[in-house]
């Protein structure tokens, strides 16, 4: 009997039967026409394993990365050559070629796998081509019996000469793709990338022996209504406004389905008016729409920019979850690369010992649960097709789903015409909901589902009189010490270590920091210290980078921001007065000497910002107006972005050029060094836990080990940018350059529990 998997034995048969048939269910209700190729890459993706070297291998007779028993290519070869006898397209035998050939990889650009010296006959050395003659020769026999069974087309005419034939074509197809440049088609993108994601899942599930999970008991729509109201007592006087947004979002569910699913949906409210419940009420309600009218339940993946939000976003969650009285572990899972593996242990996560941790990544792979929490960079990495891991959510996500993109105005302008063309092109069925307080217009052709909110005035954004960090200082110390609280956002650290440095200076007793130099765990327990003296009525002054921008739910009487772009002034303006229980609150715009913005901002937003704001800031302008210049605002910035980064990926998905997107990040993400810092016993302990792991003799069990810990060591890990870290290097952690320690007894050489990684010593003494 020929095998697929050892212990248990699996017969090779069996394998590819079960694998073709799970992967045409994942894929055939998103395109139909992708259901026979399913089914073809299925029963074709481990033909390879019959040589007799692959047997070996499984019996313990040859050595684990033997050339001879590489599987993958014979496999590949025999499924284009059966989509051509039967004809297909070339472009769908190239399709299933890839996707068979990259399943225990990742998909790679076709011209760069089919290279040219295979049509001189020339088999190039190192790779699987270079064995796949001598495979060829041992599969006569064991595809003859396989054929039979699986009713393959006979293999004889394949193995005589016609995978030849099939060579040139797939090779002739990869020319074409290499000369489409911009007139590439995102929709042969998503077909592989459907292909592949179905393919790989259900390939994955059954060696895992993991089937796709039951249906849990579902979420009541109203269990969002329900919290809301429960939530609800000794309300702000933002109340009314949140109520409004609930029965308004409510109204717009009755909306005949086809406008509400699939589709493109905005949902615009001011800040503090209620969004993420709104979009929860939303998402959940429809869910159940669909399942009464439609008869299956789709998936809600609510994506956020950081991961600090993401963390709130699923204690909101959470909470909803229980007050339903149900466990949130079986309808909700946070998915972003610091999620904790659910039988983790770290701050505020339960472990749950009888989940193991291959299953742990199953679920983050393959967005088994009902709600999904991520972030908008794992979103794009499962659209551009970047890893394995995130492409095997692909096809659940098409298959039916509700996708709340919330602060979608973070995402960088310069990739709004990449974002609007990958979920424009979205195949399957997904309505995409575009959340914020300042809309910019990446959905076309979106409706509103938000009702009109006349939301109460509640800051007003002027120009600041100081213009130096000295002035600063006096002007904030002074307010703070006649009881206010303050919130003074920075655009750089550097500022802000300084600011804050000159504020201790005048004794304030409620004196705060937060920057990404911070460790998370730091970040943490400042904004929960920052959170309870605010609701005691302490004057704290926080001092910040861009950090606290977005989704931070503080509340500060008065606020300081240094010029920045509009959207960015708008959601500092939102930590001030955000419940609106002053008649009136201010925050200044400071016009800093020496201009920082400039180093971290494009200079498009920056000058669109300032032909906007500066006439409007010299009178005052309320939060409330400033929202009616946003339109103007977006519109100019879009006319003056580059669009060539966006039409760089865009063209490199059209032409399958996997390799130009590999690296790509949503994120303008310069190089960082990251820094692993023992704070404290628990970060020794999880020191000595990585050296164990890293000392596993077992490659599969080690990166397993690894998967599940790396999250728990990002509590402790800051990742400055690699110019600065080089200022003062602390030594490799266990010997790795690209990662760093800062062991207990060099803290102060290092790191400042107030602000974090010291990187120019004089700030420090």
């Keep these: 009997m020929l095998l697929a998997h050892t212990d248990p034995d699996e017969a090779l048969e069996e394998h590819l039967r079960q694998t073709a048939q799970l992967a045409r269910e994942f894929v055939e209700p998103v395109d139909g026409s992708l259901g026979r190729l399913a089914w073809i890459a299925g029963l074709c993706h481990d033909l390879g394993k019959a040589t007799p070297y692959f047997q070996d291998y499984l019996k313990g007779k040859r050595p684990k990365g033997d050339p001879l028993t590489r599987h993958s290519l014979p496999g590949a070869l025999f499924a284009a050559w059966w989509a051509l006898e039967e004809g297909m397209s070339h472009e769908e035998s190239l399709v299933l070629f890839l996707a068979i050939l990259e399943h225990h990889g990742s998909l790679r650009t076709p011209w760069e796998r089919i290279p040219p010296d295979l049509l001189r006959g020339k088999w190039p050395r190192g790779t699987a081509w270079e064995v796949l003659e001598e495979q060829l020769k041992t599969l006569g026999g064991p595809w003859g019996s396989l054929a039979a069974s699986l009713q393959l087309p006979d293999p004889g005419p394949f193995l005589r000469g016609g995978y030849k034939d099939a060579i040139r074509e797939l090779y002739e197809e990869a020319e074409i793709l290499l000369d489409l440049g911009s007139q590439g088609d995102l929709g042969r993108h998503y077909r592989l990338a459907l292909l592949y994601s179905a393919l790989l899942d259900a390939d994955r599930r059954l060696a895992a022996r993991r089937p796709p999970p039951p249906e849990p008991m579902p979420i009541p729509e109203k269990a969002v209504v329900d919290h809301a109201q429960a939530k609800a007592q ?55 729409r669909v399942y009464r009218e439609e008869g299956f339940r789709p998936k809600v993946v609510y994506a956020l920019p950081y991961i600090a939000i993401a963390d709130q976003v699923e204690a909101e969650a959470r909470r909803i979850l229980e007050r339903a009285g149900l466990e949130p572990h079986r309808h909700l899972l946070v998915h972003h690369h610091l999620a904790l593996a659910p039988n983790a242990k770290g701050p505020g996560r339960e472990p749950r010992e009888e989940e193991p941790v291959e299953e742990a990544l199953l679920l983050r792979e393959t967005w088994d649960r009902d709600l999904i929490i991520t972030t908008f960079q794992q979103v794009v990495r499962l659209l551009l097709g970047q890893s394995p891991g995130a492409l095997r959510a692909l096809h659940g996500l098409a298959r039916g789903a509700i996708l709340i993109l919330d602060e979608v105005q973070t995402i960088p302008a310069e990739y709004w015409p990449m974002v609007r063309a990958l979920l424009s092109r979205l195949p399957g069925r997904v309505t995409v909901v575009s959340m914020t307080a300042t809309q910019p217009a990446i959905l076309p052709h979106a409706h509103e589902v938000a009702p009109p909110l006349e939301a109460p005035p509640r800051v007003r954004l002027a120009w600041a009189s100081s213009h130096t960090l000295e002035e600063l200082a006096e002007e904030v110390a002074q307010k703070a010490k006649e009881g206010r ?59 910040a980078t861009q950090v606290v921008e977005a989704g931070v739910d503080l509340d500060f009487q008065e606020g300081y921001r240094a010029f920045a772009p509009l959207d960015n002034l708008l959601q500092t303006a939102g930590r001030v007065n955000r419940h609106a229980r002053l008649q009136e609150a201010h925050l200044w715009v400071v016009d800093l000497e020496g201009g920082s913005e400039a180093h971290i901002y494009k200079t498009v937003l920056l000058h669109r910002t300032r032909d906007i704001l500066s006439p409007l800031l010299k009178e005052g302008i309320w939060d409330r107006d400033l929202y009616s210049h946003l339109e103007r605002y977006y519109r100019a910035v879009e006319e003056g972005i580059s669009r060539s980064q966006s039409d760089e990926v865009l063209e490199a998905l059209g032409s399958l050029d996997y390799d130009r997107v590999s690296g790509f990040s949503l994120l303008d993400e310069k ?38 810990l790396y999250p728990r060591l990002e509590a402790y890990t800051v990742s400055p940018l690699l110019r600065r870290a080089l200022k003062n290097p602390p030594p490799p952690l266990l010997g790795r350059e690209d990662w760093r320690h800062v062991p207990r007894e060099a803290l102060e050489s290092f790191y400042d529990h107030e602000v974090g990684f010291i990187w120019e010593m004089d700030q420090f003494l």
Excluded: M
């Design 234 to 288: 000794g309300q702000s006087p933002l109340g009314p406004l949140r109520d409004q947004l609930l029965q308004g979002v409510a109204e717009a569910l009755n909306r005949p389905l086809d406008r509400l699913f699939p589709g493109h949906l905005t949902l615009t409210a001011p800040t503090g008016a209620g969004k993420t419940l709104a979009a929860l009420r939303l998402a959940l309600a429809l869910r159940e």
């Design 485 to 543: 609280s303050l919130l003074v956002v920075l655009n750089t650290i550097r500022e802000a270590v300084d600011l804050y440095r000159r504020l201790k200076g005048y004794g304030l007793p409620h004196l705060y920091y937060l920057s990404s130099h911070l460790i998370p765990r730091h970040r943490k327990r400042v904004i929960g210290e920052v959170s309870r003296e605010l609701s005691e009525g302490k004057p704290v002054v926080l001092v």
């Design 671 to 708: 190089p960082t060094l990251p820094i692993f810092v023992e704070w404290d016993e628990e970060a020794s302990q999880l020191l000595k836990e990585l050296e164990e792991t890293l000392a596993k003799g077992d490659p599969w069990e080690r990166r397993q080990a690894l998967r599940s």
